[in-house]
């Protein structure tokens, strides 16, 4: 089994519709969870970033962990076709840890 | 402020050839890596640097070397370039911040491939 899963998608979508995006992962040791958000030919940027259970919203996104069932989510409401990109969910073990370990990244493209 | 910068953006190079990937940050962050990204396998990580002076290898480091001699510079070497290399190569910093580590801030990467 991966450390991190993630379904690579495509995943197509009509403006306006709220986005699911997940990740499962095998490491109880993972802390600290982020989203980044990747446009083609360009470098990951970095969304939400969150540590241990619980929900945060930042505008539009919401990031969500589930500690228990080993869960991530980023959830977009309102999408818009400026948020087609890919987004890879990172994981890293602690405090002072730098060693993320990202999946596979889910491809989101917003139809107008 | 141009936060990490990568050259070159794009690169050609035969089997065997080899060159350095160049990386530099101005926002004086401690922590620096080299991760590469192949077509959906997300980032997987060659080398990391917590220092000037300091590096260690990350998942992926076999066929490459790095240095960090200052704060800012963390270039790649690739010696004896193989097609297996082919790939973009993204260069990120971060730092710490009471202890613990904060986002990295990723270069626009590097397209390698080797033929």
């Known amino acids: 089994q991966k450390e991190v899963e993630q379904d690579p998608g495509p995943l197509s979508v009509p403006e306006g519709a709220i986005v699911s995006l997940n990740c499962t992962y095998s490491?109880?040791?993972?802390?600290?969870f982020m989203w980044y958000r990747q446009y083609s030919r360009k470098g990951p940027e970095l969304l939400m970033y969150t540590y241990s259970s619980g929900n945060k919203e930042d505008g539009r996104f919401t990031a969500q962990v589930d500690k228990s069932s080993k869960y991530i989510s980023l959830f977009i409401r309102d999408s818009q076709p400026s948020d087609s990109a890919t987004y890879l969910c990172?994981?890293?073990?602690?405090?002072?840890?730098?060693?993320?370990?990202f999946g596979k990244g889910t491809k989101l493209s917003v139809i107008p | 402020n141009a936060g990490v910068t990568q050259t070159p953006k794009f690169r050609i190079l035969k089997i065997g050839q080899s060159m350095t990937l160049q990386c530099t940050q101005d926002m004086n962050h401690n922590y620096m890596y080299w991760y590469r990204q192949d077509p959906g396998m997300g980032l997987k990580l060659i080398y990391y640097s917590v220092g000037a002076g300091i590096t260690d290898k990350g998942e992926v480091p076999n066929g490459y070397n790095v240095s960090r001699s200052t704060t800012e510079d963390f270039p790649l070497r690739l010696e004896l370039a193989a097609p297996s290399q082919t790939s973009v190569y993204f260069c990120a910093s971060s730092y710490t911040k009471q202890g613990l580590n904060t986002e990295a801030f990723f270069g626009q990467g590097t397209r390698l491939t080797v033929v």
């Open positions: 490491n109880s040791a993972f802390q600290y």
């Open positions: 990172a994981m890293s073990p602690g405090a002072g840890s730098y060693q993320l370990t």
